[in-house]
């Protein structure tokens, strides 16, 4: 099994790991969202230079707890798409420089299919097919997974993902950034069935709704309007708006999330991302999984939110299978899911 030094650098958490098969041999996170906080969410530039002065940092913390030396890691990995473009330069560049130093193969790595990856920082997955419920301030989609590479999408958001209607949500109640946490913690006291709000269904241009897909805007309108309507009352009773958004962003997430999985006879039903760490979701998703006879796996919480040890479970499993990505491979700030196996071609696809 190869060991693997993956580095982290898609948004605003600079990260390194070291990574033996599924077991970090040793990992750090260096956060930035303090800085980023000031503005009420990322600001691509800033995070590009925190990234340049993190890493290095990083990388050599990593390398001494692990007890190994460079030498003795089989590839270098970084994620190359998709994300902030500057961001994602770092990491490459940092990646592709070591690798040729180093002489060894170097891996561009699809964060999504790093988010994929982190449940296997934990249980072990039963055999697939199995369909993913990925959760993050970039992305809400359904995926099928029949094996490393093998992607469907059969749902996603049309407008904010998940992550992101949870910070500017928060924005509006005066939480601060990020805004999944801060809205847990104010929501832990809260009535979560105190506002009705709406489920945000798509329509299908044929007539009727999209059973797998999301919209999270309509949500966000109707949380402005009972900010807007309860504001002259005096103050605002921030616990229970916050409980009640939380529960239905939880209520559409494991609704649509288990149809599509009994639609789809996938017994397994995988949680990763970022807002996977939402203990509100991760309860209902539980509670209705055993309901339905459904399996569930869940990213351990240390793996929700970005790392590096993710990218490098990624990276471990296509060196097993033999690939490494050109060391000429640029970033894709836009890259679908679908498109991963592209990142192992001969010739760079960009
Ligand atoms: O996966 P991630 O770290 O970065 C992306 O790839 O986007 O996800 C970050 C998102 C943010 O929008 C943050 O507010 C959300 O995950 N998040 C949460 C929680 N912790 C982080 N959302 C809800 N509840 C949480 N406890
Ligand atoms: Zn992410």
Same mark, same amino acid.
Request: proline fraction near 9%; charged fraction near 15%; glycine fraction near 8%.
């Given at each position: 099994m190869p060991t693997v030094l993956a580095l982290e650098t898609s948004c605003d958490e600079s990260a390194a790991a070291i990574v033996h098969d599924r077991r970090v041999l040793a990992g750090a996170v260096a956060s930035q969202v303090e800085e980023h906080a000031r503005w009420g969410g990322v600001v691509p530039e800033i995070a590009s230079r925190r990234h340049v002065e993190a890493? @290095?940092?990083?990388? #050599?913390?990593? !390398?001494?707890?692990? =007890?190994? $030396?460079?030498?003795?890691v089989d590839a270098i990995a970084a994620s190359v798409a998709p994300g902030l473009v500057g961001a994602l330069l770092v990491g490459s560049v940092t990646g592709r420089t070591l690798a040729r130093l180093h002489n060894k193969p170097f891996l561009g790595i /699809? /964060?999504? #299919? =790093? /988010?994929? %990856? $982190? !449940?296997?920082l934990g249980e072990d997955l039963p055999p697939g097919p199995y369909l993913v419920l990925l959760v993050s301030g970039g992305h809400t989609e359904l995926i099928r997974v029949d094996g490393p590479g093998a992607y469907q999408r059969l749902g996603r958001s049309h407008d904010d993902a998940a992550g992101e209607a949870f910070d500017k949500v928060a924005r509006l109640l005066g939480l601060g950034y990020p805004g999944g946490p801060a809205i847990q913690a104010a929501a832990a006291a809260g009535d979560?069935? &105190?506002? %009705?709000?709406?489920k945000g269904r798509v329509s299908r241009p044929g007539g009727g709704f999209h059973p797998y897909d999301f919209s999270f805007s309509g949500l966000k309108t109707a949380m402005l309007r009972q900010v807007q309507a309860l504001? @002259? #009352? =005096? $103050?605002?009773?921030i616990a229970d708006l916050a409980a009640s958004f939380e529960q239905v962003v939880a209520e559409v997430l494991v609704e649509r999330a288990c149809r599509c999985a009994t639609d789809h006879q996938l017994a397994t039903l995988v949680l990763v991302g970022g807002v996977a760490a939402n203990l509100r979701l991760r309860r209902h998703? #539980?509670?209705t999984c055993a309901s &339905?006879?459904?399996?569930? &796996?869940?990213?351990?919480? %240390?793996?929700?939110?970005?790392?590096? %040890?993710?990218?490098?479970v990624a990276a471990c499993q296509r060196l097993v299978r033999g690939q490494n990505s050109a060391i000429g491979l640029g970033v894709a700030p836009r890259l679908a899911l679908e498109q991963a196996d592209g990142l192992y071609a001969t010739a760079p696809p960009f």
């Open positions: 890493l @290095p940092q990083l990388i #050599e913390q990593v !390398v001494a707890s692990s =007890g190994l $030396s460079l030498s003795a /699809h /964060h999504l #299919e =790093g /988010h994929l %990856a $982190s !449940v296997q979560p069935g &105190r506002f %009705a709000l709406p504001k @002259p #009352e =005096g $103050s605002l009773p998703l #539980e509670q &339905r006879a459904l399996q569930l &796996r869940v990213a351990p919480l %240390a793996y929700c939110t970005d790392n590096a %040890a993710m990218i490098g």
